[in-house]
Structures are given as C-alpha cells and as structure tokens.
C-alpha cells in the first residue's frame, strides 16, 4: 500500500472542500471496497477524508411519505429498519441478499452507490483495463467475461456495477442528495448517477470531484406487491448473475402498473422501461410475462463465456414478476 495523509472531516462541507483541494484525494466511510483496492495498488489516494463520523446516520420520513437515509447509514441498519420492511421491502431483501453481515455493518449507503466493479480485470493489474488504466484496452472483451455485461457495454469496457442495493433503489426511483465544494447541493435521479461505459469507463458516476453524497430519497412507497431475485453462483455472499427488483400494481386479473429494474447486467442498475411498459393494462398471463421479458433483453449481447446471461435474465425477469403478481392484491 502507498503512503497517504488522513484527516477526519468534522462537517460535510470542509469534507468536500478537503477532497476537492487535492487531485488525489478520496472521501472514505466503511472502506469495505477502497481498503482493498488500495492494498492491491488498484486506488492511488494520495489523501484519505474519513467522512464516517459526520452526522448524515439518520433515516427520516419526508413531507412526501417517503424516506430520506443518510449517506452514513449502515448498510445494515438500513435493512433492519422497520419502515424500509414494511414499505419498502425489496430494499431490504437486496441488502440481505449483497453481503455477509459484518461488511453490511461497516459499509455505509453512500459508499455502496459508489462501489466500484468487481471484473477479474480490474483487479489484475498485469492485464489491460481501460475503466483502470484508460486506452490500455478491455482484457475482458476476448477473455473470461462470464459475470460481464450484456447491456450498455461498449468495446471499451463490459464490467458490470456489483451492487444490490442499487438496483433495488432504481426500481424505486430513489433520488440522490450531494454536496459540492462550493456548498452546493443538487438532487440526483437515481438513473442520472451512474454512466454506461461508451468511450470513457473511467469515468463512472455524474459526481464532480469533491462532490460528497449526503443522502438517499425514496418516493411515497408505490402501489404493488415488490420483489427482489438474485441469481449467483452460490447461496451466499457471492455477487449477482443477473438480479431483478420487480414491482407489480394489479387491478382484478390486469397488471396496472409494474416496475422493472436489473443488476448484473449492465455497468449500472438497468431500468427495463421498455418491458414496463409492455405490462401496463396487460392480463397476468404466461404470454404477458414472457413478452415483458423479452421486452427487458431485446437490446443485449453476449461476449461468448456471458452468452448464458442473456436467457437466465429472461427467466429471472419472468419469474420475478410472476411471483410478485401472484401475491395477493
């Protein structure tokens, strides 16, 4: 590991100042992936800004009926809420389904948004990698892509985003609350924060430098029955397959309204608007669920040792969705 320089912030506003002064300067909270990259010469920080004890640790209700979770919220404690299970519980079922428990007791909200992939690539620093090392080249493209993406890669870079929880808070709409250097604060779509690849995989999120998270928005809880899939190689602890937050709205023996979104597909949570949209009005049929489900993967393409992803996501959709219809209404 480098030698780095540490300060502990006392407040969010001369942590992001802090981070923004240095060019290699990196906010730090649990550590939980930072640490690691570090250790392995992966990250380079030059100075760390630990931003654990800011007090950005409560969830709160808003004036909307939704919730507003600190930044420093442990992961664990998120998941454990009362208020998070009973109205919104595909996000704990995420967080329960990402981690053991003692990383979800150190990892914060924030810091599991900004985790970065866990692509063997990335991680070797022997072979090329452009999200690593820009314009060295994508190892992953001709290699051993088997937990790579399928959708909105691009020939720079087919790593896919390893959280759960973000994908579950896609499927809720969740905005999220920063801070800049200058005291700025801006809400942002939850959709809107992490970038697909294209030709700049380095650049993964919408934040600016120094730009520091404070919070998570959730919307009034949504009409319908959710659901959270995750399919892995392994029962525990190890990262999705493919994974699907489903939400479905039911009128009588018609789908009003469903929300679908995807992890371990895509360098980001992958919202399927386009399958959305084929349930609305549509009867809770096999036929209804199997087009959605196409709807969902018609845009994506195997790299070869991925290929299998394309029809286990189709299942996983279908099957997530079937099973949230089935609940009672």
């Given at each position: 590991m480098r030698a780095f320089t540490y300060e502990r912030a006392g407040r969010a506003e001369e942590a992001a100042a802090a981070v923004a002064n240095q060019p290699d300067a990196k906010f730090i909270s649990g550590g939980t992936n930072l640490l690691d990259l570090m250790k392995l010469d992966i990250e380079r920080p030059a100075h760390l800004v630990d931003i654990s004890r800011l007090p950005l640790d409560r969830i709160e209700e808003t004036e909307e009926g939704g919730l507003r979770i600190g930044a420093q919220v442990r992961n664990s404690d998120l998941a454990a809420e009362p208020r998070v299970r009973s109205q919104y519980p595909m996000l704990s079922q995420a967080l329960l389904a990402g981690a053991s428990g003692q990383i979800r007791n150190k990892a914060s909200t924030a810091g599991n948004l900004l985790q970065r992939t866990r692509c063997f690539y990335f991680y070797d620093r022997n072979m090329p990698c452009n999200k690593r090392e820009p314009g060295s080249g994508?190892?992953?493209?001709?290699?051993?892509?088997?937990?790579?993406?399928?959708?909105?890669?691009?020939?720079?870079?087919?790593?896919?985003?390893?959280?759960?929880?973000?994908?579950?808070?896609?499927?809720?709409?969740?905005?999220?609350?920063?801070?800049?250097?200058?005291?700025?604060?801006?809400?942002?779509?939850?959709?809107?924060?992490?970038?697909?690849?294209?030709?700049?995989?380095?650049?993964?999120?919408?934040?600016?430098?120094?730009?520091?998270?404070?919070?998570?928005?959730?919307?009034?809880?949504?009409?319908?029955?959710?659901?959270?899939?995750?399919?892995?190689?392994?029962?525990?602890?190890a990262f999705a397959l493919v994974s699907v937050a489903a939400i479905v709205e039911k009128s009588g023996d018609r789908i009003r309204s469903a929300r679908i979104a995807m992890g371990g597909v895509a360098a980001k949570p992958w919202r399927a608007t386009a399958a959305e949209q084929t349930l609305s009005g549509a009867l809770v049929s096999d036929g209804a669920l199997t087009e959605a489900a196409e709807a969902a993967l018609a845009e994506a393409v195997g790299h070869g040792a991925n290929d299998f992803k394309i029809p286990l996501a189709k299942r996983t959709v279908r099957h997530t969705l079937a099973a949230a219809a089935a609940e009672r209404a």
């Open positions: 994508c190892a992953a493209l001709q290699g051993f892509n088997r937990m790579h993406a399928v959708l909105g890669a691009s020939e720079a870079c087919i790593a896919v985003h390893p959280s759960d929880m973000a994908v579950a808070m896609a499927g809720l709409d969740a905005r999220i609350e920063t801070l800049s250097p200058g005291g700025e604060a801006r809400t942002i779509p939850i959709d809107d924060l992490h970038r697909l690849p294209g030709t700049t995989p380095d650049v993964e999120t919408a934040l600016g430098h120094g730009e520091m998270i404070t919070a998570v928005t959730l919307p009034p809880p949504p009409p319908g029955r959710q659901l959270y899939r995750k399919v892995r190689d392994r029962a525990s602890y």
